[in-house]
């Protein structure tokens, strides 16, 4: 049982370059989010999803687009990637009813030069 | 919009201590709240939920209070020790609102337990 894994760990761009990011999750969860952690600014909802083929966004969801084709894999993509997306993703999953708890990923950190 | 606080954003002390981190939220509407660890370069573990009908629970070493009313939490590590060096985040789970079951998070606790 491997949780919440994360692809790749570590990504560096240069400016106007794409990429996917790809989370995956063993635990037959229906939640699954996608969360920037940024210096002095705490973890941030890009986009979420509450089940296969159904997405939305967070509060920060610009530059970003998502899919969940399959229950277990979210994908994060950015079409033209910005220094301003420098950043620390998470991606997390949860079962649908609320009183449980969240798990996490290792995370992937992305550079943008 | 729920916001979370931690204080203090950092902590430095010897081993063997008790101390207490604290967490607060402006919303009192919340279904739950998590603890979660985070070493450096590393990924959140999750340490203690405590469901909003409950006011603490515990790991070992760790208990956390909840007083959903005032709208605050606090973790205690009992006899710290330099393993528990790490960064330790707050993160409620909103009972109202449109955004399913995210959570909203604090700034975090840095803390250093030195030998």
């Known amino acids: 049982n491997a949780g919440v894994t994360q692809t790749p760990k570590f990504r560096v761009l240069k400016t106007g370059q794409s990429m996917t990011l790809l989370c995956a999750q063993d635990?037959?969860?229906?939640?699954m989010y996608w969360y920037r952690q940024d210096p002095g600014m705490g973890l941030r909802l890009i986009h979420y999803?509450?089940?296969?083929?159904?997405?939305a966004k967070g509060e920060v969801p610009d530059g970003y687009n998502v899919s969940r084709l399959k229950k277990q894999n979210f994908l994060l993509g950015l079409e033209s990637a910005a220094p301003s997306q420098t950043s620390v993703y998470f991606c997390?999953?949860?079962?649908?009813?609320?009183?449980?708890?969240?798990?996490f990923g290792p995370g992937t950190r992305l550079t943008v030069l | 919009k729920q916001e979370v606080t931690q204080i203090p954003a950092a902590l430095s002390v010897p081993e063997g201590e008790n101390l207490v981190l604290n967490c607060s939220f402006t919303d009192s509407a919340i279904y739950n709240l998590q603890w979660f660890r985070q070493d450096p370069g590393k990924g959140l573990t999750s340490l203690l939920l405590?469901?909003?009908?409950?006011r603490e629970q515990t790991s070992g070493r760790l208990n956390a209070s909840l007083d959903k009313s005032s709208g605050r939490s606090t973790l205690y590590i009992a006899a710290s020790q330099p393993g528990d060096s790490a960064t330790y985040l707050c993160?409620?789970?909103?009972?109202?609102?449109?955004?399913?079951?995210?959570?909203?998070f604090g700034r975090g606790t840095q803390l250093t337990v030195w030998p």
């Open positions: 635990m037959n969860h229906e939640y």
């Open positions: 997390a999953s949860s079962q649908r009813e609320l009183y449980n708890e969240q798990f």
């Open positions: 999803s509450v089940g296969e083929g159904t997405t």
């Open positions: 405590i469901q909003s009908s409950q």
């Open positions: 993160a409620v789970r909103p009972g109202r609102g449109s955004t399913l079951g995210r959570l909203y």
